[in-house]
Nanobody
């Protein structure tokens, strides 16, 4: 059973940065597509960035957010810069058992996710 744990969320001022980390156990991180999603109350979960098992990246916030993977540590990080109040959400790390270069942008294709970490951008 794959287990994912997110960390690194918190309160940050507009323009600030946070680095979220997703620790994966029960499997090798490069055997899965890994996505970072976020959700606010009343809205559907949306993709922020994802990485296929073979390394292809989809990033809907390119220029501000960067996704990276450390196979040795079995983690996938999301570096978030120039944060805006609109980035406030619960951020989830999710794993897709479908392997390949591309990753899915759709929450329903992912079979595992963590408990989420709250990111609040406010002055």
């Amino acid at each position: 059973q794959l287990h994912l744990v997110e960390s690194g969320g918190g309160l940050v001022q507009p323009g600030g940065s946070l680095r979220l980390s997703c620790a994966v156990s029960g499997g090798s991180v490069d055997d899965y597509g890994i996505g970072w999603f976020r959700q606010v109350p009343g809205k559907e979960r949306e993709v922020v960035a994802c990485m296929g098992s073979s390394g292809g990246i989809t990033n809907t916030h390119e220029g501000r957010f960067t996704i990276s993977r450390d196979n040795a540590k079995n983690t996938v990080d999301l570096q978030m810069n120039s944060l805006e109040p609109e980035d406030t959400a619960v951020y989830y790390c999710e794993a897709d058992t479908n392997r390949g270069w591309r990753c899915s942008s759709y929450h329903y294709t992912y079979e595992y996710w963590g408990q989420g970490t709250q990111v609040t951008v406010s002055s």
